[in-house]
């Protein structure tokens, strides 16, 4: 079974950082990509950010390319997500999830078949 954990959410004022953590079990890394989407009040998930377990290749959307970076630690099968530069309208519940294949550069539409979601995490970014 897929479990997902994300942690690392929180209060921080704008231009500061966070970390988010996916601690994963339950499926061969290599096999997967795993994702961050977030959901802000009133509005659509987003998926923000998305590595490929083989080879660590990454895909960023607009809104958050240059400011986040995802990575991966096989060894612990657990996906960061460090966020910096931190702006208000980042405030949101975040979530990884992760799906068989490699699917990071497939769209909106594939993001929204991802099968296996963990629990969200807060971020709360105030100005």
């Known amino acids: 079974e897929v479990q997902l954990q994300a942690s690392g959410g929180g209060l921080v004022q704008a231009g500061g950082s966070l970390r988010l953590s996916c601690a994963a079990s339950g499926f061969t890394f290599d096999d997967y990509s795993i994702g961050w989407f977030r959901q802000a009040p009133g509005k659509e998930r987003e998926g923000i950010s998305c590595?490929?377990?083989?080879?660590?290749?990454?895909y960023y959307a607009d809104s958050v390319r240059g400011r986040f970076t995802i990575s991966s630690d096989k060894a612990s099968n657990t996906v960061y997500l460090q966020m910096s530069s931190l702006k208000p309208e980042d405030t949101a519940v975040y979530y990884c999830?992760?799906?068989?294949?490699?699917?990071?550069?497939?769209?909106?539409?594939?993001?929204?078949?991802?099968?296996?979601w963990g629990q969200g995490t807060q971020v709360t970014v105030s100005s």
């Open positions: 999830a992760a799906d068989l294949g490699r699917w990071c550069y497939s769209g909106r539409a594939r993001f929204r078949m991802v099968s296996s």
């Open positions: 590595i490929h377990g083989d080879d660590g290749s990454a």
